[in-house]
């Protein structure tokens, strides 16, 4: 399961808003990103569903990215 760092770390490296994210989850409002985040350390009790749904989305966004060369060679 997922910390609500974590959660907070995934959204803020897709550059995603809380309200963004809530939406591409297909929740009505950002206010449960917020609580899930604001959990830190601690497991955030969403369900499987969402939780697969996040990962899904984070694969999506990665193979859209590229890194840049001179990051790899360093």
């Known amino acids: 399961m997922l910390a609500g760092a974590h959660l907070s770390f ?17 929740l009505s409002s950002h206010s449960m990103i917020s609580k899930w985040e604001a959990k830190k350390q601690k497991c955030t009790g969403m369900s499987s569903a969402t939780e697969a749904g996040i990962r899904v989305l984070m694969h999506g966004f990665l193979r859209k990215t590229t890194v840049p060369a001179s990051v790899i060679a360093s």
């Open 10 to 26: 995934i959204r803020h490296y897709m550059e995603l808003k809380q309200k963004e994210l809530a939406k591409q989850l297909g």
